[in-house]
């Protein structure tokens, strides 16, 4: 029924903490991807699922970051000694098939780090 | 990697003003779309057009494959029309990521 969600909308940090981003796709959606805005540029892509599989995480930028998605639904993007430079809008989208296909994102989390 | 450009980077208008907007890419892509980013973040896909006319509305978007290039139309701006409007493409290689470009500001004046 709705949309991708995403929790929590913000989420302040200090240097160094763990943090982890939740994205809730469209019900039925197999593939999922996550992107990280920051201000005043497109989006940039991190990683693609195709159910619960990785399918392309060439966009990570380091070891880092990390992203699950257990049962091929609900994904979390995780991000160890976040550093300030983490700071941006992590974006999750979701779409209903295995090839090219309408992506629909999520309203994002604002993820600062302090 | 492929490279997209947009153009005009910002665009000031008064209500009721006709606008295009301009996606370049420099290589063949599987897809492209057309995202607005409200001024709330929230980014809403407008149209999915790998080639072709397609119209919503008063929008609508004209993709010229074999020229690398696609318009987006804008007519009678209402103020909700204010925001960013990207273009995305979808790399032949790159198993779906979209590849962006760096978006359009435009601001609608009452």
């Given at each position: 029924g709705a949309g991708v969600s995403q929790t929590p909308s913000n989420k302040v940090t200090e240097k160094g903490k763990y943090v982890e981003l939740r994205c809730d796709p469209?019900?039925?959606?197999t593939a999922l991807y996550w992107y990280r805005q920051s201000l005043g540029q497109g989006p940039e892509f991190l990683i693609y699922f195709q159910g619960t599989g990785?399918?392309?995480?060439?966009?990570?930028?380091?070891?880092?970051f990390f992203a699950v998605r257990p049962e091929g639904s609900v994904s979390t993007l995780k991000i160890q000694?976040?550093?300030?430079?983490?700071s941006a809008v992590y974006l999750c989208a979701s779409s209903?098939?295995?090839?090219s296909d309408t992506q629909y994102f999520g309203p994002g989390t604002r993820l600062t780090v302090l | 990697g492929i490279q997209v450009e947009q153009s005009p980077p910002d665009l000031i208008l008064q209500e009721g003003a006709n606008s295009t907007l301009r996606c370049n890419f420099s290589d063949s892509v599987n897809n492209l779309q057309w995202f607005h980013q409200n001024p709330w973040g929230q980014l809403i896909n407008l149209f999915y057009i790998p080639s072709g006319t397609k119209q919503n509305g008063r929008l609508s978007a004209t993709t010229v494959a074999t020229e690398r290039y696609s318009l987006l139309y804008i007519s009678s701006?209402?103020?909700?029309?204010?925001g960013v409007y990207f273009c995305a493409v979808e790399d032949?290689?790159?198993?779906?990521q979209l590849i962006w470009g760096a978006g359009t500001k435009l601001i609608i004046k009452p």
């Open positions: 469209i019900s039925g959606h990785a399918a392309d995480d060439s966009g990570l930028p380091n070891d880092r000694r976040t550093e300030r430079g983490d209903p098939g295995t090839g | 701006s209402q103020t909700t029309d204010s032949r290689g790159s198993n779906y």
